[in-house]
Antibody
Framework: EVQLVESGGGLVKPGGSLRLSCAAS????????LSWVRQAPGKGLEWVGR??????????DYAAPVKGRFTISRDDSKNTLYLQMNNLKTEDTAVYYC????????WGQGTLVTVSS | DIQMTQSPSSLSASVGDRVTITCRAS??????LAWFQQKPGKAPKPLIY???SLQSGVPSKFSGSGSGADFTLTISSLQPEDFATYYC?????????FGQGTKLEIK
């Protein structure tokens, strides 16, 4: 059974930084392409970015609102995905989900990030 | 970016009804289309992938169809637990994009 468990959310001031983690199990993590998706309170879903497997180059793509501020990385030895968020803005307040696609989607339960002074 | 447009934005229906939600992409996306169900305070639950394939454990009352740019999600014989918000998502082209959601409410 695939499991994705996000952690690291919390309250941070505008301009601050936070790193989210997503611990994965139930599939071959090193071969997986993984994504982050977010949902602001009362709003719809927004894809944040994706990282390819190291075997496919390990490259990343980002949504325009976070490009240059957010960095996705992975540690295949720990089966863990990361989202480093810098220069946070109030509009980054959201629940952040990690997601994996392989013959269907799997999502975690999310972690809440609140950016407020 | 590919725009995903769902219709309707909200829908009232009764227990036992059959409903259909549509999702239109601003350009062709092959069959790279997923549907999700979300209840308040919960993570989105994947229902359909590849436009018409049922995710493991999802009841067959949910079905998806379409290809190219036009897609539908059909829910047969609505039960109280089906009243939720539904989203489509294209994963053919980065950035992946979602529809704005369809809120299904009890009439």
């Amino acid at each position: 059974e695939v499991q994705l468990v996000e952690s690291g959310g919390g309250l941070v001031k505008p301009g601050g930084s936070l790193r989210l983690s997503c611990a994965a199990s139930g599939f071959t993590f090193s071969n997986a392409w993984l994504s982050w998706v977010r949902q602001a309170p009362g709003k719809g879903l927004e894809w944040v970015g994706r990282i390819k497997s190291q075997g496919d180059g390990g490259t990343t793509d980002y949504a325009a609102p976070v490009k240059g501020r957010f960095t996705i990385s992975r540690d295949d030895s720990k089966n863990t995905l990361y989202l480093q968020m810098n220069n946070l803005k109030t509009e980054d307040t959201a629940v952040y989900y990690c997601a994996h696609y392989s013959n269907g989607w799997d999502w975690g339960q999310g972690t809440l990030v609140t950016v407020s002074s | 970016d590919i725009q995903m447009t769902q219709s309707p934005s909200s829908l009232s229906a009764s227990v036992g009804d059959r409903v259909t939600i549509t999702c239109r992409a601003s350009q062709a996306i092959s069959n790279s289309l997923a549907w999700f169900q979300q209840k308040p305070g919960k993570a989105p639950k994947p229902l359909i992938y590849a436009a018409s394939s049922l995710q493991s454990g999802v009841p067959s009352k949910f079905s998806g169809s379409g290809s190219g740019a036009d897609f539908t999600l059909t829910i047969s014989s609505l039960q109280p637990e089906d009243f939720a918000t539904y989203y489509c998502q294209q994963y053919n082209t980065y950035p992946y994009t979602f529809g704005q959601g369809t809120k299904l409410e009890i009439k």
